[in-house]
């Protein structure tokens, strides 16, 4: 195995022996060679649309469901890695079949072996060091390419769930993963098609908003609690509202409260969602904590997406996954049928009495924000804000994260501070007051409602009369898996410049790719908070 597609990885350049994450070898390698397997029916996609004949939406559909399951932390399950490759070959097969020239020699051609451990031996021989490449900046721009191609296809998958979806996304990442197996383009070509995996997120994310409001109406501000009430209780955590949905309805009236955990926290705002009067609040921290966090909750756990951390033998019972996730020996879920989950819920003991840990707030979307812009920039005019800053992106367990917690706590009174994603959890809970009834914290969401901080810059900027760039506004990001790297070739599509990154730079970035995006973008990467206040703020 090789792997270094997460900010975590060993050592700081890959890991060859296991998983920082707890991928194993054989996991590792099926991913890969599913990712293979992708790349031909991507060729085979492309030459059919070359030829004029139309590739089918459900091909798309599946693809991005494929693509996402090689996503950090998302599926362990060796067992689960066969199919996904042999209906890859399928699918291309039947592509292939109607077109008059034959696909080129590799992933087009590829053969799957009988058994999973032809399987895993194959993997071996297709990682991420196989692609053919010989100038190892073009090399890294590839990798990162199919980085930040896994985000999109997350993001697409979400957006297809609720209906949402265009056939140019889906043509775009048939092209990205077979564009990895080309070797006629030269750097600026290969700088180009990574940027334009960023325009196409842009798309992917708008598509992912109008699902997400379209169904549950656009997010208000909402006081959630953090502390729990007596009674039976089930924990949702992952990404994905349409679980979460079904899982309210069809607990409604059984006794059995429901709480979030990580990124499900913003599903508090949403109207549709929060108005079942047993989603109570939200349980725990980030992803990360997951082993001490499971195990403390006296109900059943249901993984939606991606963030499943092997489970500890005292919860592995209780946890339950459902939709791409899979852990071996946990229960999977499948159709949308929670009946497991709430037998399981039913039989523990659940909370023996209520708890009051205080509250915290989310639901600042664009609408949201938008709503009071007017206020917001009186604000500004006055001198009363000075500056904004997008705290945002991932949490994890890696060391210099709590730069993000003292940058936060340490940014002046007159500032305000927007943030997603579970990087949240470093700070979300702090009270930061208010300037003129504007929260100084602002919770927008999840990690794809980057859609929204974008939109709310571009509406200031319009307000101001200038570039988004020249707004009092800077980004602090943190990145961990591969829906951060299509969010950050997204803002560097956008023209973004001056943002700060840390807690560490990708791995999969050589020297002369970083020089370029910092002598373009002025990209960084973090100090300390007091240097970068400073460096911002004067």
Same mark, same amino acid.
């Given at each position: ?75 362990? +399950? =060796?067992?689960? #890695? ?48 196989? !692609? ?38 889906? &043509?775009?990442?048939?092209?990205? /993963? ?7 383009? +030269?750097?600026?070509?290969? $700088?180009?098609? $990574? ?24 997010? $208000? =501000? ?42 499900? /926290? ?34 059943? !756990? /249901? ?34 049928? #929670? ?16 708890? &009051? ?22 604000? $500004? ?57 504007? %929260? ?8 794809? +409602? ?19 760039? +020249?707004? %009092? ?27 700060? /990154? ?33 460096? !911002?703020?004067?």
């Amino acid at each position: 195995m090789f792997c270094y597609q997460c900010e975590q990885t060993a050592k700081g350049t890959g890991c060859d022996k296991l998983g920082v994450c707890g991928k194993k070898p054989e996991v590792s390698d099926l991913q890969d060679l599913l990712v293979y397997a992708l790349t031909g029916l991507g060729q085979a996609a492309v030459a059919a649309k070359a030829a004029g004949k139309d590739v089918p939406l459900e091909t798309g559909r599946f693809f991005s469901k494929a693509l996402f399951t090689t996503l950090t932390n998302v599926n362990f +399950d =060796p067992a689960d #890695f066969k199919p996904w490759i042999e209906e890859a070959v399928a699918k291309r097969d039947a592509l292939a079949a109607g077109l008059a020239a034959k696909l080129p020699e590799g992933p087009a051609t590829f053969r799957p072996a009988a058994d999973l451990a032809g399987l895993i031996a194959q993997g071996g021989q297709h990682g991420l060091k196989d !692609i053919p490449e010989a100038d190892p900046d073009i090399l890294s721009l590839k990798h990162t390419l199919l980085f930040g191609l896994k985000g999109v296809a997350a993001y697409a998958d979400h957006a297809a769930i609720l209906g949402q979806e265009d056939p140019a996304v889906y &043509d775009f990442l048939y092209e990205g /993963l077979a564009a990895t197996f080309s070797t006629d383009k +030269d750097l600026g070509a290969w $700088v180009g098609l $990574v940027l334009k995996c960023g325009e196409v997120n842009l798309r992917t994310m708008e598509l992912l908003d109008a699902a997400n409001t379209g169904a549950y109406g656009h997010p $208000v =501000p909402t006081e959630v609690p953090l502390g729990h009430k007596a009674g039976k209780a089930i924990l949702v955590s992952g990404h994905d509202l349409k679980d979460l949905k079904v899982l309210l309805e069809q607990t409604a009236g059984k006794g059995i409260a429901i709480y979030t955990h990580g990124e499900m /926290l913003p599903a508090h705002g949403y109207p549709e969602l929060k108005k079942h009067p047993h989603f109570h609040g939200h349980y725990g921290t980030a992803w990360q904590n997951q082993h001490k966090e499971f195990a403390a909750f006296p109900g059943a !756990i /249901l993984m939606t997406t991606n963030c499943i951390q092997k489970p500890a033998d005292s919860y592995l019972g209780n946890i339950f996954t459902t939709g791409l996730v899979g852990w071996p020996g946990a229960v999977h879920v499948k159709n949308g049928d #929670f009946a497991p989950v709430i037998e399981k819920a039913l039989a523990m003991p659940g909370f023996a009495a209520d708890e &009051d840990k205080g509250t915290v707030m989310t639901g600042f979307a664009r609408n949201a924000v938008l709503g009071v812009a007017g206020a917001v920039i009186d604000a $500004v005019k006055a001198g009363k804000i000075r500056h904004f800053f997008l705290v945002a992106g991932c949490d994890g367990a890696k060391p210099g994260r709590n730069y993000y917690t003292e940058f936060v706590e340490k940014a002046p009174a007159d500032t305000v501070v927007l943030t997603l994603a579970c990087g949240k959890f470093r700070f979300f809970d702090k009270k930061l007051g208010d300037i003129g009834g504007i %929260p100084r914290l602002l919770d927008m969401g999840q990690c794809n +409602d980057a859609y929204s901080a974008i939109q709310v810059a571009v509406a200031l900027a319009k307000a101001f009369d200038c570039g988004v760039n +020249d707004l %009092p506004l800077s980004l602090v990001l943190s990145w961990y898996e591969q829906k951060a790297v299509a969010i950050l070739l997204t803002l560097l599509h956008l023209g973004i410049k001056n943002m700060r /990154l840390g807690p560490t730079l990708p791995a999969f970035l050589t020297p002369n790719v970083l020089n370029f995006l910092v002598e373009n973008y002025d990209i960084k990467p973090i100090s300390t908070p007091e240097e970068d206040l400073k460096a !911002i703020l004067g």
